[in-house]
């Protein structure tokens, strides 16, 4: 049974950071590729930071330069390290697993959702100005 579950959220100034983690089961975890995901209240969901199996990572616009995407294969586990938070960083932070895809990459869509088949419960992040 594939399980994902989010932790390392919390409430910060801007200006901080915040590491979250997401500990994944269940499945091979180095053969597949790991997302992080957000959605703050009324809007869509959107990608943040996706990693392929080989460890390739992609960023939205809004994460790069801030946000790093790593992941560690020995412990199953998924980072993402948010650095120069700002409120708008604000949301539901989700991990999500393209189970045994070695990429999740959509055409010219890194961030897409579609491959993605797992997801976790997500963890709350709050940026204060």
């Known amino acids: 049974q594939v399980q994902l579950v989010e932790s390392g959220g919390g409430s910060v100034q801007g200006g901080g950071s915040l590491r979250l983690s997401c500990a994944a089961s269940?499945?091979?975890?180095?053969?597949?590729?790991m997302g992080w995901f957000r959605q703050a209240p009324g809007k869509e969901r959107e990608g943040v930071a996706t990693?392929?199996?080989?460890?390739?990572?992609h960023y939205a616009d809004s994460a790069k330069g801030r946000f790093t995407i790593s992941k560690d294969n020995a412990k199953n586990t998924l980072y993402l390290q948010m650095d120069s938070l700002k409120p708008e960083d604000t949301a539901t932070y989700y991990c999500?697993?393209?189970?045994?895809?070695?990429?999740?990459?959509?055409?010219?869509?890194?961030?897409?959702?579609?491959?993605?088949?797992?997801w976790g419960p997500g963890t709350q992040v709050t940026v204060s100005s």
């Open positions: 999500a697993a393209g189970v045994y895809r070695t990429s999740c990459v959509s055409g010219y869509n890194a961030l897409s959702e579609l491959w993605y088949n797992y």
């Open positions: 269940g499945y091979t975890y180095s053969r597949s590729c």
């Open positions: 990693i392929d199996s080989d460890g390739s990572p």
